[in-house]
């Protein structure tokens, strides 16, 4: 046998054994990964919770772009309109370029107002004849209302085609951290799964009753409590307390993103529904909504401030005194009492 021959044996020989270790590889790396510890209950809280976090910090990312895009659609609207009132009147210029043209054809022939007209490029036209040449008189003045409408025209359709672009640009952004909030909580449900049915149930009532809970501390619409055994605030009076009162109302209904009610609500939707209630208009946004009001110390809260949570800007909730918020937490909880202090501080402002 010849020596590149087995040489070319050796090699095949060394390509088989490094791919069986290649595929042997791969598949003790895979097996490794779905043989993840299974998490005790107390793990596998901590992990949800921590996912479900990240999914709200996403969620209000997405509601913070939410104003850039009504802006941006507004904007585009009245450009629209400007296009249309603006193509009028470039209309109507033509058809006085029209009239011009048939009496200048009637009186001499084919004139160069009519060959404007019937040009299928009328400005590299104009470029390429003098107005004194083409027109005189009425008709220069025409011509010249003429230029004037068409170039604002061309203005209004690029500001338009610019406005498109940078709309497009931001809802691509916000549907990017759509995709997130949905990756996070598919990320929790698959930490979830690793328990058993019992844990997994043991869960889901724990959740039931913390909302069933909630829902029996609601003040009724007399402003009593549904349950004399809760130990709530006393509301504050004029729009704070209103706010106050629409907000403990909620208590118990879940946590939706993008939700603004009225049975389901997002952190900053809760906040914007209740003082809605009150007369004052908020952005469906916690980053926004901390530009929205006078800012107060940690020390001045009063009932009816909202609290801002995490660096950057990420939750928020409104104080109802005795050191307690009220606020709708994260996708899988529901909207609830809970102390000022469990999560980290940033801010504060007083709406109205």
């Known amino acids: 046998m010849s020596i590149g021959r087995i040489n070319r044996t050796k090699g095949i020989a060394l390509a088989a054994i490094t791919s069986t270790a290649v595929i042997a590889g791969v598949l003790f790396i895979q097996g490794a990964a779905d043989a993840d510890p299974k998490p005790t209950l107390e793990q596998a809280k901590t992990q949800v919770a921590a996912l479900q976090h990240k999914a709200e910090i996403a969620g209000e990312g997405a509601n913070d772009l939410r104003g850039q895009i009504d802006a941006a659609n507004a904007r585009v609207k009245a450009l629209r309109a400007g296009i249309a009132t603006q193509q009028g009147s470039v209309d109507t210029v033509k058809r006085q370029i029209g009239s011009l043209a048939v009496a200048g054809y009637q009186s001499s022939g084919m004139s160069t107002t009519a060959q404007l007209l019937l040009s299928q490029n009328p400005d590299q036209f104009l470029s390429q004849a003098s107005t004194a040449q083409a027109f005189a008189g009425q008709q220069d003045a025409v011509l010249r209302r003429y230029q004037q409408a068409q170039g604002k025209l061309n203005d209004l359709q690029a500001g338009e085609q610019a406005e498109l672009a940078a709309l497009q640009a931001v809802q691509a952004k ?7 909030i949905q990756t996070n909580l598919d990320a929790a449900q698959k930490v979830l799964d690793k328990l058993s049915d019992t844990e997994r149930k043991r869960i889901e009532q724990e959740n039931a009753d913390e909302a069933e809970k909630a829902r029996k501390e609601r003040p009724t619409r007399s402003g009593d409590r549904m349950d004399d055994e809760v130990d709530l605030p006393v509301p504050a009076n004029g729009r704070a307390g209103t706010a106050v009162q629409a907000a403990l109302s909620q208590m118990g209904d879940p946590y939706v993103w993008g939700a603004e009610g009225p049975s389901s609500y997002d952190c900053s939707g809760l906040m914007m529904y209740a003082w809605g209630k009150a007369g004052v208009s908020l952005s469906h946004s916690s980053k926004a909504q901390a530009s929205e009001g006078r800012r107060v110390s940690k020390s001045q809260l009063m009932p009816g401030d909202l609290v ?16 307690r918020i009220v606020h709708a937490p994260r996708p899988g909880k529901s909207v609830q009492i809970a102390p000022m202090n469990e999560m980290p501080f940033n801010t504060a402002v007083r709406p109205g």
């Open 174 to 180: 916000q549907d990017a951290l759509k995709a997130q």
């Open 308 to 323: 801002f949570y995490y660096s950057p800007i990420s939750h928020v909730a409104m104080y109802i005194g005795n050191g």
